[in-house]
Structure formats: C-alpha cells, structure tokens
C-alpha cells in the first residue's frame, strides 16, 4: 500500500486537461512524488523551461515517454534514429529515470513481424550506444498482444528482456524493461520474468487496470481497482525482486478519467494508489 | 494455396445470416470441404437432424464450437462438468473432429488469474476422462491475450500443450490445441510451439485476419487477406509439423461480414482462402 509519494503521475492520465506545468504544479499540490512527461507535453512548454520548473520541484521524473517507433518507416533511417537521440538527450535534460520505448509494429504494409522484431533489436542497439555515452537508461515497454500490428512488436517480458541480454549481457542497468501491468497482466510467464528481470532490468512501474469489458483497444483503460488485475500482486513481485522506484499511473481513457476534473482525477489516484495497489 | 475443397466453414462467419442447414447448403453448393458449427445453431437444428443432414453430405465436420467456460461458476460445478459432457457427446454424434474449448476467463469478481488457470486444468482433466471413452478429441484454444479476463486463460500455444502434456503425457492425438492465427499470430514462441505440437496435438487450424486498425475487442475481424497476419506462413508451418485437416474460416464481424450476402461471403472466402492464405 504505497503512500501518495511513491505515485509518479504519467501525463497522459490527464492529457486532455493539463499541460505540464499543471502537471507538475497538481503533482505538488497533492503531494505526489513523481512525473512522467510525454514528448509532446514537452515540447508545448519547451525543454530547457520544464527541465528548470521540475528541478525547483522534489518531483522524480519516472521517466520520459517515449522513443521507438523503429519500424515506422520500414528500414532504420536517419530519421528514426535522430528522433531517438533527441529523445534520449530531452530524457537527460530532464533528469529522467530512464527513456521508455515503444519499438513499434509492423511497418507499413509487411506482414513480416519477425523482420519488424530485428528491426527493432537493431534500432535499439543504435539508441542505447547513445544511450551509454549521455548515461540514459533505457526502457524497453513490452506492449500487450493487441498492439503488435500497429504499435509495438515487443508483447512480452521475456521478448524484451531477450533483447537487454543480447545488447548488455552485463546487466550494466543501461537498459531494461518498463513493466506496466496493463501490457503484461496476463502473460503465464509474468512472475518468472519479472524475477529473471530483477533489480538491474526493472527500471519503471506502470499502473492502471483492465476493465471487463473493455470498449476501445486503445483509451479504454480503468483506474486501479475498477479493473480485473492483481496490482498488488505484481507490484508485490516488482519490489521482491529489487524494484524500488515509485508506481506510475498512466491511464488512457477518452470517455471517463479523460473527461473529470484533473484534481479529482489526481485525488482517485491517490485514493486507489495507495488502497487498490 | 488451398483448394476450396480445403477450406471449412465456421457457422460464426455468416451466423447472422444463416442457420445451420443454410450453412451445410451453402458449403455444398460452393465446394467447400468441411463446415464447424457452432452449439446455438446445432440446438436450433436439432441435433440428430442436422447429424443425418451433414452425413449426407461429403462435408468433414472440423469442430464443434465450443465446450469449455470452466471459471463460469467460481468452482468446478456439476452444471459445468455436465454441460462439458454434452457438449462432447455432441461432437461425437455429429462427428466432429474435436470439440473446441474456450476455457473461461477470470471467474466473477476474482482478479486471481493463477487460480482461474488451475480450475481450468482441473474441469478439462474432468471432460478429458469422458472424451476418452466416447472417443471425441478435445481442442483447447489459446484464446489471444486481451480475452484473458472474460473469455479464456489460457493465452499462449505454450500454455495449452502445458495443459496437454500434464493430462495426456503419452501424446495420444485426444487431447491438443486449436490454433488460431487471429489468436496466436503476435507469439514470439509461436514457431516452436507448432513445432512442439505436432501431428497429435494439432487438431484445428483457424484463420481470418488482424485488421489495422481493430475497432472492436470481438466482433472486427478480418477476411483473409485484409489484415497483417501472415497466414500463409503460419498454415506452412502447421502443415510442416504434420497438420493435414482443412483451413477452417472463422470471422466475426459486425459491421462488414455479417452484413452482406452470405453467398457473397463465401465466394469471398473462397477467393482469399486458396489466394491470400
């Protein structure tokens, strides 16, 4: 049962509501302990002017969504690779836990997922050789079976820890996986892989919950306890293997936490942070 | 490039449109080799009736859809056991290849996956028993991921050969999987786990596609060919671990298939069956 300071809050939760100073000025305000910026909340505010107003706060930055997409474009252009290293230094700049990946799916008219896969095994290689040098963690977020074809062709724990061993076979903490329990939930491996992943690979903590029924792949996604997942559970299995970040709570959900008011969107955060987690 | 005398037909395909003798007509009429109804039209037909219709037909009767829902109850309830039971007598009088088992998802009000998955093993020891003495083959499904808490929690071909190779260690061909590529085709293990499989646990092979985008958790699927899954790949490699049934055509589809003539649908299935897959 964390307290309200070991919540970090993902700004997507409120996208719809705040920019990132609200963000940061709600999170103070309620006594959370960290952030999470998406790129574009960023940029809308400017990296150099967030970086100054988060480091006159306590707040952790949890981490920096998102880089990735390798296979947007079908091969690992300039491009892509460039978005990344911009990412990987706005993620310096802001003193960001780590930089959480989202690889990618299929590329634009393949069916050829195992060539999406390298594709993306690659790309990270490139990133994280950035990475090392600027000494920004990378986050890899295995993204539920239901986002291979679109968004993310790494579904599973084991797949992403398949590709930190082969890139850091040292276990150097320079890359590992952001684990949120809406993506991996159900996965029969779950606690096997979370426990091979330990302290050195677990370098973020996602929380929201699965609704039965869910009505949209995508922004349909509940607040902690309205859902079917043992949160407590996995953040139990989390932590016993050596995680000891703070619990982030990044919820899509157009129709519902989309459309509340942010501060009573903030105060069930806490609420069901602290009793359904 | 199946012939159409390959393809089966799901009665779930046009089952807004047809009962089931419509469906054994239309399957005739168009040269498709085999047909997989479904339990709701089987009652609505009578059962002896419609075995005496399709054994007047050369068709092949892929599966019987479906047995399984063991959570349904909370614990392994004579209703569940019983209803199993009549299910597999079922496939058995109307000659069915297997009976297709969607397990069950999470039982209502628990978030305790582990113990759904245990009840699962547990209520398919149970029908197993009685399949053997009638002889009627039973398929588990691995149902994909994002139905783990309402439909079935077995998720992975990995999971259900567990299963079969705890309850039928010696491989006898009676118990084994259906594998289906909208269910399986993000598996990273998908590859080996056909390979593990083989000929005696290989008992149905379904197909349709992922569409991008899926507007709709059930009921979006695609018509081969209108989707990313590499059907053709994943059919050779079931066919190379020794899988020789027919390709049976399961679409659910609300907006698009269910809606239109289902002579139409079928000359479609046909087309993309023998081109696309």
């Known amino acids: 049962m ?7 809050l993902n700004t997507a939760t409120v996208r719809e509501q705040w920019n990132l100073k609200e963000c940061i000025d709600g999170c ?3 006594g959370i302990g960290g952030i999470a910026p998406w790129r574009d909340k960023l940029h809308e505010a400017g990296v150099e002017e967030s970086a100054r107003i988060i480091k006159d706060t306590d707040l952790s930055v949890t981490g920096l969504c998102r880089g990735g ?3 947007a474009e079908g091969s690992l252009t300039d491009n892509v690779l460039d978005e990344n290293k911009r990412a990987v230094d706005e993620a310096a700049q802001i003193g960001a836990a780590c930089l959480v990946m989202v690889v ?3 590329s634009k008219g393949s069916r050829n997922i195992h060539a999406a896969r390298q594709l993306v095994e690659d790309g990270l290689g490139h990133t994280l050789d950035f990475a090392r040098q600027i000494k920004v963690p990378i986050a890899i977020e295995p993204l539920h079976p239901m986002y ?3 968004r993310a062709c790494v579904n599973t724990m084991r797949q992403a820890l398949d590709i930190c061993d082969a890139l850091d076979p040292e276990g150097t903490g320079i890359i590992g996986v952001a684990c949120d329990v809406y993506h991996v939930w159900w996965d029969p491996e779950l606690s096997s892989q979370i426990k091979r992943a330990g302290k050195s690979r677990l370098l ?3 929380v929201c919950d699965w609704l039965v029924p869910t009505n949209d792949l995508l922004v349909d996604r509940g607040m902690m306890g309205d859902g079917v997942i043992d949160i407590r559970g996995i953040r139990q299995e989390v932590e016993a293997a050596g995680f000891n970040g703070l619990n982030e709570v990044e919820i899509f959900s157009a129709k519902n936490w989309w459309q509340r008011d942010p501060d009573e969107v903030l105060e069930t955060i806490k609420d069901r942070g602290c009793k359904a987690t």
Do not use: E, I, N
């Not at 964390?2 to 970090?8: E, F, G, H, I």
């Open 2 to 8: 964390p307290s309200p300071a070991k919540l970090s």
């Open 148 to 150: 291979a074809g679109d």
């Open 104 to 106: 990618g799916g299929l």
């Open 69 to 71: 997409w390798y296979t």
């Open 28 to 30: 103070v305000r309620h």
């Open 204 to 206: 973020a903590f996602h």
